[in-house]
């Protein structure tokens, strides 16, 4: 088995046994970038000489017997809408294109202080609004389980580099199913965490009240150690929650007895392709056979979560892009005759058409005279769905629904086709809209050979409940299948 | 004015609070300093920053809705502003829309010595905006400086209850002196501290209300009352000649001492205002809304009724004292805690110190003066030891040096003679060289008494006690 194969708690016992290097580790990753990333494209900027020193730089403290967190070492693929300092943070925009700046995430600090070794950023849809990474600036990533496919979005790139073992773990941004969604399209396990449990500080705003920052990896160890890492109160990000975390790593036993599995019929309807229903159904009987107990649940309210959540996102949106004026940073038109035309001609021409969509569509709904009628039942339909799921945590522990209603489409597919992309978002949307974490794992294929997606939804902050599910899960079928490339 | 109208008017009006830092970030929140020096990536609004609420900004806030009798919204939200400017990096300004921190409060003010009372419908917190530098080696570009970026502010709405421009001036005198008093904003008008906007209408009197214009670009507030009348004069000229009023925001160019029209109420800015997602409701506990109540100080128009009806001081001077936070609270300590007699106190606070202050541009806590010497200084002059002339040059010193008082009533041979014996020897000898004077009094030319005390005090160098001279001089005159 190859270095960038393994899983990162695999490799952190071989780093700390002193059985490999960081160096050896994070030159493997980086060979594989070259030699699979010309057909992945997941990969806006390798920060592969700065890697390598940093990597040199965990070895030295190892030698010299400094004890090191536990994933000391490991490479790490950060999506592009996440601030790094010195290096490129372009949110796929042609607006941040030679965008650089002078200071880190509160997560990349973390990643930093964990001396994980930051391989670089990875491609996702402009802004993060997109299901597909069709919507990048730059190119379009391609699914290492089908080239010719799209590997979901927006965090496409995060996870299409860890699908196709660009990197061991990857961090990614969710706003209404960005993590889970491109995960469960490129068959690996993407992490949505409770609202207010990772700090947002730095992470370029698309919608604030729904966004987070999660991991992504090969496995759910993987991703409950990153998640570890990436959690707690930030006093830099207003709405990070005032408490303590355990790890959830630790907790992981792989035991799923007697754990209340709900699943809701209003997540198995017509929309879903019948493949993605007998995966996740098979999934949760696998679950149930292993001492689970499932019922049938009720969640009214979610068919209205799509169409909350994009007057919600949308209306955030318009206002956190508006800083993209051309006035001090980031792309500004050529010629123009006065300020406002400067404005609009940097603004027409340094987004992409769906990034102005939003905008459109976002300043439309706060406008005099329809706030009332969109923003503010968006808002009251929020919370009647979060209620909805309260009450549906006092019976179970967790949630069980497909991540996406059907695998990766092919490329260009639904481009030009805005509410069928939309669709796409319609099992995971409701968790953002609620603030809850969810996880994606995979649960097997389609009759396409394509991966399918588990979502398993808990209660605030019960990380560990569905990441727990998630490992016994994995437990149960001894892993998860990977592309060949 | 024509007398047939009546004006109307409301101020909008922004106080920037002195605390620390800014509002939402750590920058010092600092005037006159280099630009663009005091900045970071939050109050630049580089991607992914995230404001975070200077509590300072809330208890400020809340203290000056307590001073305005405002009720305190203990749960309330921030809002969203939208618009785009060069001067406002987020391209919206973090302010609070239906729900202020305070709101439904009261002034009193003074108009001509009549109280009036002037609803205050609400106190809300916001950010400042940078600054546009204009200048023609800019080459036709503006710079913008973002010091100013994230400076705390509070606006101050008040009802429509004004109705002359001596009003609206007493307003805005009044509102300086309150956040002085409270010590939460510099005050300093020339570096825009506090800035309003003026809403204006006029109607006949004994109809509704007409329509309104809101001025913008008012600076001080002799501003305001110029801007005031020249609005009311050109609306009430508007109406006369059988045109309406438009509803309009129109900006003030004091300069040429006229209003220009900005835009109309069709090309008003939409600002969409929503609940900003990336802060919380604010929640403040009653506790700490009591605490800040408790900390409230005696305020100037409470100070002007106890000096009037309690100390028996003109209305006049009562005003002039309470509304300078530095001067009444140096009265105070004089006349609580020294004992000074209010009337002679008042009469230092605004004549020699008041002079000295206006000669030399300093503030009170500029110069060497304190409560206990002033006091210390009074003491001695109503006792006696000193004539008044001779304080007055004690004064002098005292307030541009640190001397003790005593030893320069010594140093300078100052003390007043009150020997009596000493004192009638003297009247003796004065007597005797000012023949043609006693007699004159004796034939009931009683202004004598005054020359024949003066030439004591002459040939005493002034320290003769002069109230004792006069007793002394009356009596051996009617012997």
């Known amino acids: 088995m190859e270095l960038y194969e393994m899983t990162a708690a695999q490799l952190s016992e071989k780093l700390e046994s002193k059985e490999i290097s960081s160096c050896e580790l994070t030159q493997a990753v980086i060979d594989r970038i070259n030699s699979v990333d010309g057909k992945v494209k997941a990969y806006l900027t390798v920060n592969a000489e700065e890697a390598i020193e940093q990597a040199k730089a965990v070895d030295n403290k190892r030698i010299s017997g400094e004890k090191l967190p536990k994933l000391a070492g490991i490479p790490i693929g950060i999506k592009d809408n996440i601030s790094t300092k010195g290096i490129k943070t372009t949110c796929a925009s042609k607006m941040l294109e030679n965008y650089v700046p002078p200071f880190d995430a509160t997560v990349i600090e973390k990643i930093k202080a964990s001396d994980m070794v930051l391989l670089g950023k990875l491609n996702m849809d402009e802004f993060a609004m997109g299901s597909s990474t069709e919507n990048s600036y730059f190119n379009v990533t391609h699914n290492p389980f089908d080239l010719d496919k799209v590997p979901g979005g927006s965090s496409g790139g995060s996870a299409a580099a860890v699908s196709a073992r660009e990197a061991i773990v990857a961090l990614g941004s969710d706003t209404g199913g960005s993590i889970r969604q491109p995960s469960a399209n490129c068959g690996v396990v993407g992490l949505k965490p409770t609202y207010g449990s990772v700090s947002r500080y730095g ?10 920052i999660g991991p992504i990896g090969k496995s759910v160890k993987d991703v409950a150690m990153v998640q570890d890492i990436i959690c707690g109160r930030d006093k830099m990000d207003a709405t990070s929650a005032v408490r ?19 699943i809701p019929n209003e997540y198995f309807g017509e929309a879903i392709d019948d493949d993605v229903k007998t995966a996740v159904m098979n999934a949760v009987h696998e679950l149930e056979k292993a001492g689970a107990k499932v019922c049938e649940i009720s969640l009214p309210s979610a068919k209205y979560a799509l169409p909350a959540y994009y007057i919600i996102s949308s209306a955030e949106a318009s206002s956190n892009l508006a800083r993209f004026d051309g006035v001090r940073y980031g792309y500004r038109a050529k010629d123009y005759t006065d300020l406002v035309d400067m404005y609009e001609k940097t603004r027409s021409e340094g987004f992409g058409s769906e990034v102005k969509r939003r905008i459109m569509l976002g300043t439309f709904v706060l406008s005099s005279g329809y706030y009332d009628a969109y923003y503010k039942q968006a808002k009251l339909m929020q919370r009647k769905i979060a209620g909805e799921y309260k009450a549906a945590f006092n019976e179970v522990d967790v949630i069980a629904t497909p991540t996406a209603p059907f695998t990766a489409c092919k490329i260009g597919q639904n481009i030009d086709d805005p509410l069928k992309m939309y669709a796409c978002d319609i099992c995971t949307v409701t968790v953002n809209i609620a603030g809850l974490p969810a996880v994606s794992l995979p649960c097997g294929m389609d009759r396409s050979n ?16 569905i990441l727990g599910a998630a490992y016994a899960y994995e437990k149960l079928i001894g892993g998860f299948a990977a592309p060949t490339l | 004015m024509n007398d047939e109208y009546e004006v109307v008017i409301g101020l909008e009006t922004h106080a920037e609070l002195s605390t620390e830092s800014k509002i939402y970030c750590s920058c010092k929140n600092k005037f006159g300093i280099e630009v663009n020096t005091e900045v970071c990536p939050i109050c630049m609004a580089l991607p992914g920053t995230l404001p975070t609420l200077n509590e300072r900004v ?7 809705g307590h001073a305005l009798n405002c009720k305190i919204n203990r ?12 001067d406002l990096p987020k391209a919206y300004q973090i302010s609070q829309s239906d729900i202020p921190l305070c709101e439904n409060g009261y002034v009193d003010i003074l108009v001509n010595g009549e109280s009036k009372r002037i609803g205050i419908t609400r106190i809300h917190i916001e950010e400042d905006a940078g600054k546009l530098l204009h200048a023609t080696s800019f080459e036709g570009s503006s710079l913008v400086d973002l010091n100013r970026c994230g400076v705390p502010l509070i606006e101050i709405v008040s009802e429509p209850d004004m109705r002359s421009s001596a009003e609206a001036k007493a307003y805005l005198e009044t509102l300086k002196s309150i956040l002085s008093y409270l010590d939460i904003c510099d005050c300093k008008m020339q570096e825009g501290s506090i800035r309003c906007d003026v809403n204006v209408s006029v109607h006949k009197k004994g109809t509704p209300f007409g329509t309104r214009t809101e001025m913008k670009n008012v600076n001080s507030f002799s501003a305001a009352v110029r801007g005031i009348e020249y609005e009311q004069k050109r609306q009430i000229a508007a109406l006369e000649a059988g045109e309406t009023v438009v509803q309009e925001t129109r900006r003030w160019d004091d300069a040429q001492g006229i209003s220009v029209s900005m835009r109309t109420k069709e090309d008003a800015h939409d600002y969409r205002y929503f609940p900003e997602p990336d802060l919380l409701t604010i929640s403040v506990d009653e506790k700490r809304v009591e605490e800040l109540k408790a900390q409230i100080p005696e305020l100037p128009t409470q100070k002007i009724l106890r000096y009037v009806q309690k100390l028996g001081l003109p209305q006049q001077d009562a005003t002039i004292i309470a509304e300078n936070v530095d001067l009444a609270n140096f009265f105070d300590e004089c006349t609580q805690k020294g004992g000074a007699s209010p009337k002679i106190a008042a009469n230092w606070l605004l004549g020699d110190i008041s002079k000295y202050l206006n000669e030399t541009g300093k503030t009170l806590g500029e110069t060497k003066l304190t409560p206990e010497k002033m006091t210390e200084l009074i003491g001695y002059i109503e006792k006696n030891t000193i004539s008044t002339a001779s304080g007055k040059k004690i004064f002098e010193i005292i307030v541009a040096e640190d001397k003790p008082i005593k030893q320069l009533i010594d140093d300078m041979g100052l003390a007043q003679v009150s020997d009596t014996s000493e004192l009638e020897a003297l009247a003796d000898k004065v007597l005797a060289e000012n023949e043609p004077s006693v007699t004159s009094y004796k034939n009931g030319k009683t202004n004598a008494l005054g020359y024949l005390v003066g030439q004591c005090m002459k040939a005493s160098k002034g320290k003769a006690n002069p109230g004792m001279m006069k007793e002394i001089i009356l009596k051996k005159l009617g012997e």
């Open chain 1, 450 to 465: 394509m991966p399918v997606g588990l979502q398993l939804i808990g209660d605030s902050f019960c990380e560990d409940k």
């Open chain 2, 75 to 86: 749960v309330c939200k921030q809002d969203r502003k939208n618009y785009f400017y060069p």
């Open chain 1, 203 to 212: 992470l370029v705003a698309f919608a604030s009240s729904l966004d987070q």
């Open chain 2, 58 to 64: 809330v208890d400020y806030a809340i203290k000056m």
């Open chain 1, 244 to 262: 303590e975390y355990t790890s959830i790593a630790d907790s992981l036993t792989g035991d799923v007895s007697g754990v209340k599995i709900g």
